[in-house]
């Protein structure tokens, strides 16, 4: 059946690298692992499933390293959950394994039955097998290098209509996102194939143009104060984004709103929006068509309407549900009684007018409804969650002074907070802007560079691709009095001088890094110090367009 029996010891990473990278730059954290949901992206655990390789695989034990089983091209692997391990059958052969791995080094990987865009699902790198504590089930995960990761985020994330520069921004933002998640939910992988992460549909998925747009910007992050930032992004954010603490609790205590990042503050679109954080304001903003960037989407404006009995027996299912988020006060109980609607009032509202508490009075009570995915949840139409918290809410009365309609008039898709993918897109086609400007208008105060790491007792290589323009290296920690380094082959030493108060020196490398492509590697030094590479870009932009002016004329 295509099986051998092998006896040679391999190690798992050194399979990967030899079609993913070179040995060289292989490290823990160019690494992804992907829980693998099933085609409704729902469940992670599972039961059975069926791989295949689409030529020659290994089956390896993830422990000791041995190759165990060598598996012909398109050859089903069956996996199935026992208390006793998981059973792998090959034809009529058996055996039960624990935790390992099956890599393909000249194909890709398959799951049998799993469709991603319509087409059979197929992986780079490797598949981890590893099975829940208590035997329940197993979890399939992906191992895979960043790159090819990004390769099959960044098309699925945004369209590739967009455009390169848009894609170059969403390759950044993505790239970040697996690097500093902001929460860390998983215990046997890093992030899951789903909007719960960001949408990963394989290498099957593919574009021309997005794996362009991953490839140069390969080894790119946005950096904030010498650290990779948490970079939010939505599909629309409806012309005015928001700050992050006005939208997100926080992690640990749950209060809200959360502690600010200043790198997530609010951002217009145009100068000449205000803060429309009044229900005046907020009202005229989203019950219009104010151009900007987000003017595109099919979600820019939007509204929903209840008839008020409607709206109540709604209400009367997700003020349950939404009560165990303990955002609504007080809770409402499955045994409680909603009453009739007698006024709903946003009692606060974020700088974008992002609606942050809302409080809906009833004949039986008064529940307050806090942070924007809570008041979506709540507020349902035909089943499904408000597009955003950007909300205003209009009720018609009848003769008698009772309500008997509500409508909402909303604007965007998503919590606002980062990035928004429709502006990104607008402004790379109509404004022609290149992927740096984008970032920097959604991320306040960035720079754009590698991943700071520290520098001590061994050497650390980095690949990073150079737009037009300059870069230097940055060292931020003890002075030293000089630092080597090679650079695209070549090796170099620069004399560090800085004042007696100065914590960070930035060294010129422009006249050695080429245009595309540049490798880096830091030779050791006696001090522990903080190294990376920071891209400093052309600001040059078409000159018949304006980063944040006044753009009616392009609308």
Known sequence: MGIKIVRFLACFFILLTMFLMPASAIDAESIVRIGITDNNFQNVMRQQVVVFGTSECEICDKHSKKIILKVSA???????????????????????LRDFVIVCPSGLLGVRNLKRKGRQALYHGAFEFNQEFAHRGFYLVNIVDIQNYLKGVVPNEMPVRFGLEALKAQAVAARNYVITPRTKSYDNFDVVDSVASQVYFGANTEEDLSTRAVMETDG????????PILTLYSSTAGGYTESYSNAFSDNLTRAFPSAQKPYLT??????????????????????????????????????KDWA??????????????????????????????????????????????????????????????SKELVIRRVFQKDGISLPSANVVFEKKLDSTGNITDITVYGGGF??????????????ATKLEQPYYNILRHYYTGISLGTKPVDLNYKEVEQTFWAPIGRAHIVIVGPSVPKINVMINEKTHEFTVTRSLFQKEVKIDISRLIEDGQNKILFYPTYFPMKVYVEIVESYHTNKNSSLIGDNESEE
């Not at 790119?220 to 650290?227: P, R, S």
């Not at 009684?337 to 946003?346: A, R, S, T, W, Y």
């Not at 998503?414 to 402004?427: D, E, I, K, L, R």
Request: hydrophobic share 35%; with cysteine; charged share 20%.
């Open 74 to 96: 398109n050859t089903d692997i069956t996996v199935t959950n026992l208390l006793s391990g998981m059973e792998v059958t090959i034809g009529n052969q058996s055996a039960v």
């Open 266 to 303: 609010a951002v217009p679109d145009k100068y000449n929006f205000e803060p429309i954080d009044t229900e005046e304001k907020a009202r005229e903003f989203y019950s219009t068509k104010v151009p900007s960037y987000d003017i595109d989407s099919p979600y820019y404006r939007w509204q």
């Open 414 to 427: 998503g919590h606002g907070v980062g990035m928004s993918q429709f502006g990104a897109g607008y402004m």
């Open 308 to 369: 008020v009995g409607e709206l109540e027996n709604v209400l009367k299912k997700t003020l349950v549900s939404q009560s165990n988020t303990g955002f609504i006060s007080p809770a409402f109980r499955q045994s409680d009684e909603l009453g009739n609607i007698k006024d709903i009032k946003v009692m606060k509202r974020g700088q974008s007018g992002k609606a942050m508490i809302v409080d809906l009075m009833t004949s039986k009570g008064c529940y307050r409804i």
């Open 220 to 227: 790119i992050v946005a950096l904030y104060n010498h650290e």
